[in-house]
């Protein structure tokens, strides 16, 4: 092979699962003139007979290998052996376009530049969805005239893209002239050489073009780490400090590089998930970095991302003690912690989206949100104590949306983190969407038009339904039956009309992810989830329909509903089952003989209301007949709720709702409104606080 005119570094450790795809996309390169030189890191899986079996079959691919010293020692290896005019560094997961290489060599030598910088893209590997982020080659913070340098660009020179290496081609000479190395550390190794680079390039130009495809991976990065050295990026920061005061150009581009010292820390103070690692670097942020790097010179109007100025003032609006209760010892209200508050003003919809260890699909699930075609939105996500990477992911959305409200907080349950979104909610209507299902691209738009115009509570409409795992046949069977309404309800009608007219063709579906809902409706009736219980859906549409004075029909499917095997929906019942539906029952009949004070219905409408409350129950007492007698002793209910009244009764020898069990009325479904006078009686007395 002659002589390279590009060498590609690429540090590999542990990347078995990528490796074939990101080196086949180097050396599909339209560009033919370079070698590929990837250094092994001590990878401990099948990495290195992958670069072997490249090495074999393509003269162009060098392989070294070095025990494991993290990246930045694998660069610098790397560097030592380069031949090429120019120098690009890429990552091991990562793939790229094909037109890369010669796209950043043609600008590079059309204007004999130290740098060339390209944009790039996200890959989610969860969904497979692609991101166009802003932050990768910030147009809006590049000089019109190319090429460029801090001379020319003194306010944005650290801020017009990220300091990572891999979208950057460097001439070799500059950086040998100005021995730029990465430093030998675990994480943010690269934060001295772009720091260093880029006041120290003469001319620096862009390709704008998004040419790499960086992976964000469902598996943890060292980004995950942060909390083994809080402090390791610092060091990187206070050389770049010292570099630009030898330079005697601080003043010049001191705005540029305080904004870039305060993304960099807020950032890492973010992503710390110990309070012992956000104690050590928020003392440090306060006590020394806030004067060393000018922030506490500038005004709030200065710093240029909105997130970080969010952070920031976050930071400094609570003492120590504070912030470490609201992140890290948050049960309560007080203690959640808010991490990005939504942009949209007067929003028209909600997008309520719990989240609890559902990595896997919140790209899709979210991404359908963003992409409605309704815009003015605002989706509130609440991460309720994941043990996976959920909230990672989740950050990065949150990072590159501003209709993004996103709060963590200790796991609750979906009733309390429903209803800690309500309480959010600003929109004039609200949706309900679970974390690993997904919208119809104009779902939002279709269900906001028809509720607005025609002044609705609630409306009314339909699913897909899709299946992952191993789902049996039969239990497909059911699924399908229950989520599939072929009636179509024509016209506004109160909320008990249209239960009724549902039941008459025994379409009535308690799912709220099939349902849009006024937020002033919601709130005027304080209508909330029961918090603490599974089934929760049985009780919150039984009183939302009830009382909701007009409701509506559509009979297009918008939503798409995912049945997964080991999902709540799919899991073998146990006592929390139990526990809920028999909540649900006595809550419902609580609220029922409320609800028909002073009311007249007839025998029809009577029927179906005391059937929806005998369905639940029958679901209870399913469940509870197969529980073992320990798992019986440990059933409890608040004291001196309707639910621990109701349950003493079932526990009773003689007991009087087993009697009513075997009555005809029961099996009509009529039991609950027609209840023996002594139970009825007994519960409105309870009701009364007189039983």
Known sequence: ???????????????????????????????????????????????????????????????????????????????????????????????????MLQNLYDKAKEFDADICVCDAKNYFEASGRF??????????????????SYKTNPDYIFNFTTPAPWNMLYKKSFIVKENLKFQEIKRANDLRFFGTAIIKANAIVTVDKRLVNYRVRESGNLQSQNDETPLGFYNALLQVREEILEMGIMQKIQKSFMNHALSVFTYNMNSLKTAESFKILHEKFFQEAIKLFYIDQYREEDIYSETTLERFKKYKSKDIQ?????????QSEE???????????????SVIIP?????????????????????????????????????????????????????????EGLSATRNLGMELAKGEYISFLDSDDYLENDALEILFKKADAENLDILFFNTHVRFFGKITEQEKEGFSKYYRRVRDYQGNMAGIDLYVKMNRVKEYRVSVCMQFYKSSFLKEKALTFHEGILHEDNLFTYKTILQAKRTGYLKNKLYNRTIRKDSIMTSPATLKNFIGYFTCYAQMLEFLILYE???????????????????VYNSAMKI???????????????????????????????????????????????????????????????????F
């Open 1 to 99: 092979m002659n002589k390279p005119v590009i060498t590609v570094i690429i540090p590999v450790y542990n990347t078995e699962k990528y490796l074939e795809e990101c080196i086949d996309t180097v050396l599909g390169q339209s560009f033919s003139q370079f070698e590929l030189i990837c250094v092994d890191d001590g990878s401990t899986d099948g990495s290195k007979e992958i670069l072997d079996a490249y090495a074999m079959k393509d003269s162009r691919v060098k392989v070294l290998s070095q025990k494991n010293k993290y990246a930045g020692v694998a660069r610098n290896y790397g560097l030592t052996k380069a031949e090429g005019e120019y120098i690009i560094f890429l990552d091991s997961d990562d793939f790229f376009e094909t037109d």
């Open 131 to 148: 991101g166009k982020p802003k932050q990768y080659l910030d147009k809006e913070k590049i000089p019109k005239k190319q090429p460029f």
């Open 322 to 330: 504070g912030l470490l209760n609201e992140f890290y010892n948050g």
């Open 335 to 349: 203690k959640r912690r808010v991490l990005y508050n939504s942009k949209t003003k007067d929003p028209k919809v």
């Open 355 to 411: 989240i609890y260890n559902t990595e896997k699909y919140i790209e899709k699930c979210i991404g359908s949100v963003q992409d409605q075609t309704i815009k003015d939105i605002e989706v509130v996500c609440i991460n309720d104590g994941s043990t996976d990477r959920s909230l990672e992911v989740l950050k990065n959305m949150a990072d590159k949306d501003d209709r993004i409200t996103l709060i963590d907080k200790e796991n």
């Open 597 to 615: 004070n002073g009311k007249e219905f007839n025998d029809e409408t009577k029927s179906f209301l005391g059937a929806s409350i005998n369905t």
């Open 624 to 690: 509870y007949r197969n529980l073992s007698d320990e798992e019986i002793s440990d059933i409890s209910f608040p004291e001196n709720s309707t639910e621990e009244r109701l349950y003493w009764y079932i526990k009773r020898p003689e007991l009087e709702i087993r009697k009513i069990r075997k009555s005809k009325t029961f099996k009509t479904g009529k039991v609950f409104t027609f209840m023996p006078g002594k139970i009825k009686s007994k519960i409105k007395k309870h009701m009364k606080g007189q």
